[in-house]
């Protein structure tokens, strides 16, 4: 080791230093995941794990430019993170989705820019276009906004979901299958929330629930200098209210006499608690299973972002997955699994 060290200039002692405190950083991260962030406030570095992973990969290849042996570092904290990889891209092709098997959506729609977030003022009217043209057999809205309710006709079986009867704010679900039951989480102290509906697909029935986690309240036009500051700050305290969310859901779930599809916004990475204790569930990411690229479901310009979701139960089979990163009509990214019962 001294030897190899004495054989590096000025310049690639500092850049190994640099790599060695990156790379330690990131074997952290790996860990953060399954530790509480109610009892570990610097659970929210698991934000910048993408972006440590990108930065380990950056050095592989710097060092492999170099001739330098100092690559193996890094190597070995590529292939200890290859489980979380899979979380941040997927080199899959994505396919046609198979015809006639049953779809479902999630879509924060932002209140169908009620308050005017956008200059667009067709907004809300190429939203519901959207819809009606996608058509997904299931839907998932978060961020609904109640003088809405009568907007989407086209659905037969419909249910709008407010935690107080004077709320404004909530979710809604639409389906072409009947709902036989529909419920809230109600999520105490904050204005977002998770909901459920029992749906019967044929002789099956199934327990969809779209879950609207705390919000980061971060948007581009935040990230400045001044700001970095106060929402970094903000962040273990976001993170515990996660937590005792995804707890609720935890329970709740566990109640259910029907499989379960999980959808929605959840505020956070794929390297976070929150994901790993839903996929503690044996939960099946339809991105892993179907997806391809980064499968950014969030409008941030400087990263990818995936921070909405559909998981499956194994009781079913996730037969496609996409994003409509085209679909620029709120914040957040339009996505459709379709999936059918294991034989």
């Given at each position: ?5 004495k054989t ?13 405190i990156?790379g ?5 991260a ?9 009892y ?6 698991s934000?910048?794990t993408?972006?440590l ?6 050095f ?8 330098k ?8 904290l590529?292939?200890l ?18 015809k ?10 932002r209140l169908l820019n009620?308050?005017k977030w ?10 519901i276009?959207f819809?009606?043209?996608e058509?997904p ?13 009568e907007s989407?006709p ?8 407010y ?7 909530g ?15 109600n ?16 002789k099956d ?8 986690f705390?919000?980061?309240h ?7 200098q ?8 903000s962040?273990?305290k ?8 995804v ?8 109640t ?7 959808c929605g916004?959840?505020?956070?990475t794929?390297f ?9 569930r044996?939960?099946?990411?339809s ?19 995936r ?9 079913f089979?996730i037969?496609?997955?996409?994003v409509?990163?085209?679909i620029n ?11 059918i019962?294991?034989?």
């Amino acid at each position: 080791m001294k030897t190899m060290w004495k054989t590096l200039s000025l310049r690639e002692k500092i850049l190994f230093l640099i790599n060695g405190i990156i790379g330690a950083i990131l074997l952290f991260a790996y860990v953060l995941p399954f530790i509480p962030p109610r009892y570990f406030e610097y659970a929210t570095l698991s934000v910048f794990t993408p972006l440590l992973m990108i930065l380990n990969i950056g050095f592989i290849i710097l060092w492999l430019i170099l001739r330098k042996w100092n690559f193996l570092f890094s190597a070995v904290l590529f292939f200890l993170g290859l489980p979380f990889m899979h979380r941040f891209v997927q080199f899959s092709q994505n396919t046609l989705p198979p015809k006639g098997q049953p779809s479902i959506m999630s879509f924060n729609v932002r209140l169908l820019n009620h308050y005017k977030w956008s200059k667009d003022l067709t907004l809300r009217e190429k939203i519901i276009s959207f819809l009606r043209e996608e058509h997904p057999n299931i839907v998932a809205l978060q961020e609904f906004y109640k003088k809405e309710n009568e907007s989407f006709p086209f659905y037969k079986y419909k249910r709008f979901i407010y935690k107080n009867e004077n709320d404004k704010i909530g979710q809604a679900i639409l389906s072409d299958y009947p709902i036989i039951g529909s419920g809230s989480l109600n999520f105490p102290h904050t204005g977002n929330n998770g909901v459920y509906a029992d749906i019967v697909l044929g002789k099956d029935t199934l327990r969809l629930y779209s879950l609207h986690f705390e919000s980061f309240h971060i948007d581009d036009t935040q990230i400045t200098q001044e700001n970095s500051k106060k929402i970094l700050l903000s962040l273990p305290k976001r993170f515990a209210i996660q937590q005792s969310q995804v707890e609720l859901f935890d329970a709740h779930a566990d109640t259910s006499p029907y499989p379960i599809i999980v959808c929605g916004d959840f505020n956070n990475t794929a390297f976070s608690y929150l994901y790993q204790k839903i996929q503690n569930r044996g939960l099946i990411d339809s991105f892993q299973e179907e997806g391809s690229g980064f499968g950014k479901t969030y409008y941030f310009p400087y990263f990818p972002f995936r921070i909405d979701y559909i998981f499956a139960d194994p009781y079913f089979k996730i037969t496609s997955h996409k994003v409509y990163t085209g679909i620029n009509y709120s914040d957040h990214y339009p996505l459709k699994a379709t999936f059918i019962k294991r034989k």
